[in-house]
């Protein structure tokens, strides 16, 4: 009897070997270089891919397209390469990879594809709400390093979906221009403040190609409700990371692989008569001293 179709699908066609050798060998002839290993490793893992799965040329084809369409949705106020990496798990592992923080560190998540690096800086206690949609909340938070010594003068850099789960560049025919977005200094002790709107857990946006793929895998697409922030300071790591609602029941399975124990909090109600702030979220976030040889991140503006 013949090998099964499963066993001789699985076959790779010596071709691809061949190839990728020869591939690698061009570039050791052009000389040493991180770029040189991560395209020899890379081509030689896709050439090894393609023989296994052989793909019709149709399907291949399909493939490009697709790979095509995800440029064509990245402009200034979306990057849809970044959502396809958050998606199948790819930016969630480059955080783990890149960014190990000792114990009482806060842990580091990916950037996501809705973060814009224009939004201007505002007075401490500002509200990033600039439409008023939604229920009022008060993020109160210190900086400080592993020691517990607050970080004066940090920037802090915020920014998260509204009640419905949109984020306002994903959004922007019916929120307003930088709406739930802020960029904060803390002050002497560290310390930040700031009001916006309690948000809304998210759904992945199905409108592009990644969606659209996802969909068709059968994947989750429901984020957790939470918020974003980014924090640099002199001497320090860049932290870039997000604080989720403990409460909300996507945390277990959230769709681009970005919970983790340290980053769930309680969006805790206000009791009644203490004013017009319905929740409340107070948190501390710990930067991680520069590494020595690491290029400093001040994220200075």
Not at 43 to 54: G, I, N, P, S, Y
Not at 109 to 119: E, K
Not at 234 to 247: E, M, N, P, S, Y
Not at 260 to 281: C, D, N, T, V
Request: net charge negative; aromatic share 6%.
């Amino acid at each position: 009897m013949g090998a099964s179709h499963e066993s001789a699908s699985r076959i790779v066609h010596p071709a691809s070997r061949t190839i990728a050798d020869e591939f690698v060998r061009r570039l050791q002839e052009a000389g040493p270089s991180r770029l040189a290993d991560v395209a020899g490793t890379s081509v030689t893992l896709l050439h090894a891919l393609l023989a296994e799965l052989r793909p019709t040329r149709d399907e291949f084809l399909a493939a490009i397209e697709f790979l095509t369409e995800v440029g064509h949705h990245t402009d200034a106020r979306c990057q849809e390469w970044v959502l396809l990496a958050d998606v199948v798990g790819l930016a969630s592992l480059m955080e783990d990879i890149n960014h190990q923080r000792p114990s009482g560190a806060t842990p580091n998540t990916s950037t996501g594809p809705f973060y814009r690096a224009d939004v201007p800086v505002l007075p401490f206690g500002a509200d990033i709400s600039r439409d008023g949609k939604g229920e009022p909340l008060l993020v109160e938070g210190r900086v400080q390093d592993l020691d517990g010594r607050g970080l004066s003068g940090a920037l802090v850099e915020v920014w998260h979906a509204n009640a419905k789960g949109l984020y306002e560049n994903q959004d922007p025919d019916h929120q307003p221009e930088h709406n739930l977005r802020g960029r904060f200094r803390t002050d002497g002790q560290g310390r930040f403040r700031f009001a916006s709107v309690k948000p809304g857990g998210t759904t992945l946006p199905t409108g592009g190609p990644v969606g659209r793929l996802a969909e068709r895998l059968g994947l989750r697409l429901n984020r957790p409700a939470h918020i974003h922030f980014r924090v640099s300071a002199a001497g320090f790591q860049t932290l870039t990371t997000q604080i989720f609602d403990k409460a909300d029941a996507a945390v277990r399975d959230d769709a681009i692989f970005g919970v983790k124990p340290g980053l769930m909090a309680e969006f805790h109600a206000h009791p009644a008569g203490a004013g017009s702030r319905r929740y409340g979220l107070d948190l501390t976030l710990v930067l991680c001293p520069q590494s020595s040889g690491q290029p400093e991140q001040t994220g200075r503006i």
